[in-house]
């Protein structure tokens, strides 16, 4: 039985048009597009929610957008603003987990499995993300919690704008019978069209088709069909820089300078260490030992040392000892800080690539950005 997992999706609501609007106070209320202009054949990147009554939206010619709302103001849109309030929102993010993949700047995926906020409760953390959104950086955002990706991301649209939605794990066989197959990320309207006509409206329709129809109807996209509908999706939550190294370090309240109480301390440091290393080691494996010393001085040594393949775990704690011992002696003074780490490979490049292809979905390569 795989861990049971706990999922945020956060989506910014109209979020071109709410950072103008925020900007600028007087746009409040006003059906507002942000996008090209129309006698240059622009199109609309997206509406607020006054203009999307007037059935304005994303991807739109300008010019049509103006025909449907004819006192719709069209603004240029400011990319660096929108990149830098992207950066904002990770950084709220990160109080939660590191564990973040972003799927375009207004939207992410956050993994909050282990977050010890809120005794680990989803959707208070979700909850205390949008509150503080609101109040640093003046925007709203919504939210979907959910044991994957898949349903995450269908909650989050599910109350939006500025709202939230969880799918706790005991709802998720009865929430998706009566969800339409067209909130499947990559069901566009061609394969709901197709599937409407094998009789199939919601994930409980596509339900009865067997596995073997699904593949010979859609290839490999049948199996995603097939998992989907019963509320399940195994892909990770991928952050997207790739880790290069894991450390702990430890200062020290009293310098240190006994070898005995070193070994202690590392012991301690390698306790932790597996810990946090234990949460990204089925996408990488240590190939190097690194151990950080700090004197009172404030003076500093690393010592490093490959990870042979002498089967030998990467935490064997004899082997951070004799790093320890062996580079103490070069300052050979009282120690403030230590530090144990990792230097780390990303798994196979196959298995990484093989990822990528899953999450690849249709609806994300038309996607006009
Ligand atoms: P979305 O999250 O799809 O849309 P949104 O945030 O404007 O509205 P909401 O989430 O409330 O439905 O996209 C985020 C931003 O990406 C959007 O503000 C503008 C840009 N964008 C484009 O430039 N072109 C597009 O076709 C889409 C869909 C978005
Ligand atoms: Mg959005």
Redesign the pocket.
Known sequence: MPRLRKIIHI???????SVETRDNPELVGRPLA?GGRADRRGVI??ANYAARKFGVH??MAASRALKLCPHLLIIPPRFEVYRAVSAQFHEIFRDYTHLIEPL????AFLDVTDSEQFQGSATLIAADIRRRVQAELGLTVSAGIAPNKFLAKVASDWQ??DGMFTIAPEQVSGFVLALPVSKINGVGRVTAEKLRRMGVQTCGDLQLLALETLVQRFGKYGQRLYDVARGIDHRQVQTSRLRKSISVERTYAQDIDLMPAMIVQVDELLLELAKRFGKIADRYFPTKRVIKIKYSDFTQTTLEEAIGDSGEPWNAPAVFHRLVATAWPRGAKPVRLLGAGLRLQPRGAGELDQMNLFEDDPLEAQ???
Do not use: G, H, I, Q
């Not at 989506?11 to 048009?17: E, G, N, P, T, V």
């Not at 375009?104 to 939207?107: A, I, K, M, R, Y």
């Open positions: 989506d910014a609501d109209s979020f071109y048009a942000v990147a997206t994303s991807a375009s700047l207004d939207e939006k704008p996607a006009l950005r």
